[in-house]
């Protein structure tokens, strides 16, 4: 089990008047070679959630006497959880990670993660060559350049790099395709899929339901800091009503299936993913 997760609960400043219960008894698990989707409201608790995941928000004691918190084995409601077993096991690409660049050379950047797990110079650099080619970019031809002078698309393929650089065995990605154009979204959705090749188990924090209904086997729903409940996207996204009860959307595809179903075209009007839309519509028209 990847992520074991029982009966969490977090507030931000407690006992003033902006008191928040982001988190209200959170009860959750991904187990090894999930890619769990989570979605909710903006303000659900998504990234309060996810962020507890590698200790960068840490636990209150005093607010979870009966939870527990288990990553990757490492049990961080410990009085001194170990930290550095953690970082190394859990990789977090955080939203815009490409806000984060900071080295001179792309090669250096990717680098700094392996370096810090300790490897040598020539287990770096095999890795930092792998990590380059995983998400895409040619080693030879970007290497020794700026991260800096790269388009938007790329910049994020090295962050992500930066992050896989240290072979995590579970990755984390909060909106790993915000504020992309179409075609960079495309191609990105299509990088961290072929990343579950790496990183067997990833948790994606998504607003973007096709993008779920595509990679995700489960899906949690948060609201107001409460899981409403795990859902493969099947089940998930023929639950119109409690959809639209949280604000939140069904698929594009889906939207368009059910609308060309209604209109008398033979498609399964519960579609959710573009490829076997487009395959309907291809068998349809060639009737
Ligand atoms: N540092 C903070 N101090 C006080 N309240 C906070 C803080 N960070 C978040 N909150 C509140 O906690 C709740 C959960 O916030 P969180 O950022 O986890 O939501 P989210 O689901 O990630 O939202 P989004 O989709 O906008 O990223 C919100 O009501 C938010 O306003
Ligand atoms: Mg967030």
Redesign the pocket.
């Known amino acids: 089990m990847s992520v074991e997760i029982k009966n969490l609960n977090f507030i931000?400043?407690p006992k003033t008047p902006?008191e928040?219960k982001?988190l209200d008894d959170i009860t959750l698990t991904v187990e090894d070679g999930d890619f769990f989707g989570i979605i909710?409201h903006?303000?659900?608790?998504?990234?309060?959630l996810i962020n507890h995941l590698n200790a960068l928000t840490r636990t209150q004691p005093k607010y979870n006497k009966d939870a527990v918190l288990k990553v990757c084995g490492i049990d961080l409601m410990a009085k001194k959880p170990d930290l550095k077993g953690l970082r190394e096991k859990v990789g977090m690409v955080f939203q815009y990670p490409e806000y984060q660049l900071f080295a001179d050379t792309v090669a250096k950047d990717v680098a700094y993660g392996a370096k810090n797990l300790g490897l040598n110079d020539e287990e770096t650099e095999k890795r930092v060559r792998d990590a380059i080619a995983r998400v895409g970019l040619n080693y030879d031809e970007i290497a020794e350049r700026s991260p800096f002078e790269l388009s938007g698309g790329q910049k994020r393929r090295v962050a992500i790099a930066g992050v896989i650089v240290m072979r995590p065995s579970l990755l984390i990605l909060d909106e790993p395709t915000a504020g992309l154009d179409p075609k960079g979204k495309k191609e990105i959705l299509a990088l961290v899929k072929e990343l579950q090749k790496t990183c067997p188990t990833i948790i994606m924090v998504s607003h973007n339901m096709d993008e779920v209904a595509e990679c995700c086997n489960k899906v949690g729903v948060?609201s107001n800091g409460k899981i409403m409940g795990v859902f493969t996207p099947d089940e998930l996204f023929s639950k119109r009503a409690l959809i639209s009860s949280l604000g939140l959307e069904l698929p594009t595809v889906t939207e368009l299936s059910a609308f060309l179903a209604e209109k008398g075209i033979d498609v399964n009007p519960a579609t959710l993913v573009e490829r076997d839309l487009v395959e309907s519509l291809e068998w349809f028209l060639n009737k």
Do not use: F, I, N, P
Request: glycine letters at 22%; zero cysteines; aromatic letters at 14%.
């Open positions: 931000y400043s902006y928040k982001a909710g903006t303000g659900s608790g998504k990234s309060t948060l």
